[in-house]
C-alpha cells in the first residue's frame, strides 16, 4: 500500500508540475496577439482508475465566437476603409463657408458678375470676375486631381493587399501539412493553431471568408460568396494587374482590353483562374471597401465635379432650348429652336410609352462619326442614345436640321418638320406612334469658337477646355470630352486678354455701361435651370436632375458631407460590433491574470499535497526497512 501511495504522489507531482507549466505560459502571454489560452487536463491510468496523467494540452475556444470575431473583423475593415477615403473626398471640398473651399469660391465668382453687373463701367470689377473665375477652376481641377489621387492610392493599396492575401493562403496552407503530420498530444500542436487562426484572422481583415475546420485539423478557407482559396496542402495564388496612376477616363470593365484599373485574379493549383472582382466573390473586409470605393464612389464624384465644370462652361456660352407646344395646336407635337446647334449639344427628347416614361438622346457630330456614344456618358445611363450628322458637313449630309432629326428617328415613329414660322433651326417633332412626347429639351452652344467673344450674344466662351483653349460643347468625337474636363478647365485666354468683353457687347448696342451681359451671365449661373446627368447621383434617384447652377453646387458639397457622415457613424457602430465581438472571444480564449493566479495557487497547494502523501510514503517505507 506504501508503493501505491507513492506512485499515485509521484504521478500527482508530475501532473501538478506540467499543469504549472501551462498556467505559466499562460501568464507569460497576456497581450500576446494571437494567443489563446491554454489548459492540461489529467486522465485516469491504473487499476481501478487509480492512477492519474498528464492529458493533452487543448486551448480553449468558443467556435461561434471566433466566427463572430472574423466576421465583425470584416465589416470593421471594410467601414474604417470606406469612411477614411470618404472623409478625404469630402474634405477636398473644402470647409463649407470657407472663402477657399469649392462653394467660397463659386459664390466669389457669382458676387463678382453680380458686382459688375452694378458697375459695368469698372475696369476693376472686370478685373474681380477673371480671377474669380479662374480660381474657381483651379479649385474644381484641384478638388478632381485630388478623387483621382485617391484613386491611384486605393490602385496600389489593392496591390498590396491581394499581395498580403496570397501569402497568408500560402502560410494556411504549410500550417495545414503540420497541422495534418503533428499528433494532438503534441504540445507543438497548439502553437500550429493559434498561429493558423492568426493567419485566418488577419484574412478576414482583407476579405470576408468561412473557414472550415476539417478532421485532420487542416482548414478550407472559402470566400464569403463560396470561391476556395485553400483545400488541405493546395492554396489559390491572388494577383493583381495594377494600372498605377489612374485618370478619369480610366474605369473598371470585366473585359481585360478595355478595363483601365487592375483586377484580382485567383489562380487555382490546377491552373484555373478566376476573376474575384468580376465575379463579385469578395464582399467585405478592406479590398471590397477598396473596389467600391475606387470603382463607384469615387468616379461618381469625379463626374460630379465633371458635370459641375461642364454646367458651369455651359451655362456662360449655351442657351437652354427647351420644347413647346405649337401655337397652332398640332396635336402630340413639340417646337424646339435648334439655332446653333453644334458636335456634342444633345437634344433629349422625353416620351411616354405606355405606362413608362423614357428618354431618347439625339447626339450630333459634325466630324468624324463617334466610335461609340454610351449613355452612361450622356445625361440619362438609361437613355436610347442615337447619334446624328449636323447638316452641311461632309458629302451628301441632310439639307436641313429638321431633315438630320427625321433621319435619325427614322422608323421610330416620329415626324420632324421645320417649325412654321420659326428661325431657321427651329424644328417640328410629332410623335405619331405610341408613343407620345412629352418635353425636348437642349443646350445649344451659341459662340462659335474660344475666339468668338464677340458674337453680338449675351454668351460668352468665359470657360474652355484646357490651356489650349477648346470650346467645351460635350463632343464624342475623338472620344468623350466630358471625361475628366473638371480637370482641364480653365478661364479663356481670350477673354482673360480683353476684359472689356465681359460688358457692352449684347447685340442691341456696344456701350461698354451695358450691364446686358454681366447680368445675363450672372442668371445663367445662378437662376437658369440645366439638366444634369443621373451619373452624379443628385437626388439618390437613376435618373437626370434639372437644377440651377448654384443649387448643383451646393447639392455636391451636401451630398458628399452627407456621405461621409454616415460613412464615419457606420464605422462607429461597426466598431463598437467588434468590440463587442472581441470581448465575447476574450472572455472565453483569452488570459485573465486573476483567474490564472487563482488557478496557480490552487495547484501549488494540490503539488504541497502530493508532496506531503510522498514523505508520509517514504517515513512508511523506512520505518518498514527498519523493522
Do not use: C, W
Not at 119 to 127: E, F, G, I, L
Not at 380 to 397: H, N, Q, Y
Amino acid at each position: 500500500m506504501a508503493f501505491d501511495a507513492f506512485t499515485t504522489a509521484t504521478a500527482g507531482l508530475r501532473l501538478t508540475q506540467s499543469q504549472i507549466g501551462v498556467v505559466s505560459q499562460n501568464i507569460a502571454n497576456v497581450g500576446t496577439v494571437g494567443y489563446v489560452r491554454r489548459s492540461l487536463s489529467p486522465i485516469t491510468t491504473g487499476p481501478g482508475n487509480s492512477g492519474v496523467a498528464s492529458g493533452t494540452i487543448t486551448r480553449a475556444i468558443d467556435a461561434a465566437a471566433l466566427k463572430q470575431l472574423r466576421s465583425e473583423t470584416s465589416g470593421a475593415a471594410y467601414t474604417s476603409t470606406m469612411s477614411g477615403i470618404r472623409t478625404q473626398l469630402d474634405a477636398l471640398y473644402g470647409r463649407p463657408g470657407d472663402p477657399s473651399a469649392l462653394d467660397g469660391m463659386f459664390n466669389s465668382f457669382t458676387l463678382s458678375l453680380q458686382s459688375l453687373a452694378a458697375n459695368p463701367t469698372s475696369t476693376a470689377a472686370r478685373s474681380t470676375v477673371i480671377s474669380a473665375a479662374s480660381g474657381l477652376a483651379s479649385t474644381i481641377g484641384t478638388a478632381a486631381n485630388g478623387v483621382q489621387a485617391l484613386r491611384s492610392g486605393l490602385e496600389a493599396q489593392l496591390a498590396t493587399d491581394t499581395k498580403d492575401a496570397s501569402n497568408l493562403l500560402a502560410q494556411l496552407a504549410k500550417l495545414n501539412v503540420r497541422l495534418g503530420t503533428t499528433p494532438e498530444s503534441d504540445a507543438a500542436r497548439p502553437e500550429l493553431e493559434d498561429q493558423r487562426d492568426q493567419a485566418l484572422n488577419s484574412l478576414s481583415a482583407l476579405m470576408d471568408i468561412n473557414a472550415v475546420t476539417q478532421n485532420d485539423g487542416s482548414v478550407s478557407v472559402l470566400t464569403g460568396s463560396g470561391v476556395t482559396l485553400v483545400d488541405h496542402e493546395n492554396a489559390a495564388t491572388l494577383s493583381f494587374s495594377g494600372r498605377g496612376t489612374l485618370a478619369a477616363g480610366a474605369l473598371y470593365s470585366n473585359d481585360p482590353s478595355e478595363s483601365g484599373v487592375g483586377t484580382i485574379v485567383a489562380t487555382t493549383p490546377g491552373g484555373g483562374k478566376i476573376d474575384l472582382i468580376d465575379s463579385g466573390a469578395i464582399r467585405s473586409g478592406s479590398i471590397a471597401a477598396a473596389v467600391e470605393l475606387r470603382d463607384t464612389v469615387l468616379p461618381q464624384a469625379q463626374r460630379q465635379l465633371d458635370d459641375l465644370a461642364a454646367g458651369l462652361a455651359r451655362s456662360m456660352s449655351d442657351r437652354v432650348a427647351t420644347g413647346s407646344k405649337p401655337a397652332d395646336g398640332t396635336a402630340g407635337a413639340l417646337d424646339i429652336d435648334l439655332t446653333g446647334l453644334s458636335s456634342g449639344n444633345a437634344i433629349t427628347l422625353t416620351v411616354q410609352d405606355g405606362g413608362t416614361q423614357r428618354n431618347i438622346i439625339l447626339m450630333p457630330f459634325s466630324g468624324t462619326s463617334p466610335a461609340s456614344v454610351p449613355a452612361a456618358g450622356t445625361e440619362d445611363s438609361e437613355a436610347t442614345v442615337i447619334p446624328f450628322r449636323l447638316p452641311g458637313s461632309g458629302a451628301g449630309a441632310p439639307a436641313t436640321m429638321a431633315a438630320a432629326i427625321g433621319q435619325a428617328l427614322s422608323g421610330g415613329g416620329y415626324a420632324v418638320s421645320a417649325a412654321p414660322g420659326g428661325a431657321s433651326g427651329a424644328v417640328r417633332i410629332v410623335a405619331s406612334g405610341s408613343a407620345s412626347l412629352v418635353a425636348a429639351s437642349a443646350s445649344v452652344t451659341q459662340v462659335s469658337s474660344a475666339a468668338d467673344i464677340n458674337s453680338g450674344k449675351t454668351q460668352i466662351p468665359l470657360f474652355v477646355d484646357g490651356k489650349a483653349g477648346t470650346l467645351f460643347t460635350g463632343s464624342f468625337e475623338g472620344g468623350s470630352q466630358l471625361t475628366g474636363f473638371a480637370q482641364r478647365i480653365s478661364i479663356n485666354p481670350a477673354v482673360a486678354g480683353n476684359a472689356a468683353a465681359l460688358v457692352g457687347i449684347t447685340g442691341t448696342g456696344t456701350s461698354t455701361g451695358d450691364a446686358t451681359r454681366p447680368q445675363a451671365l450672372y442668371d445663367a449661373v445662378t437662376t437658369t435651370r440645366r439638366t444634369f446627368s443621373s451619373a452624379s447621383g443628385i437626388g439618390g434617384i437613376d435618373a437626370p436632375t434639372t437644377s440651377s447652377v448654384a443649387t448643383f453646387v451646393q447639392d455636391v458639397i451636401a451630398m458628399q458631407g452627407s456621405a461621409a457622415a454616415a460613412a464615419q457613424d457606420l464605422n462607429e457602430g461597426q466598431s463598437i460590433a467588434l468590440s463587442t465581438a472581441q470581448g465575447r472571444f476574450a472572455s472565453t480564449s483569452g488570459v485573465s491574470i486573476d483567474q490564472e493566479m487563482s488557478n496557480l495557487i490552487a495547484l501549488q497547494q494540490a503539488y504541497t499535497a502530493n508532496a506531503r502523501v510522498l514523505t508520509a510514503a517514504r517515513d512508511m517505507l523506512d520505518t518498514l526497512m527498519r523493522i
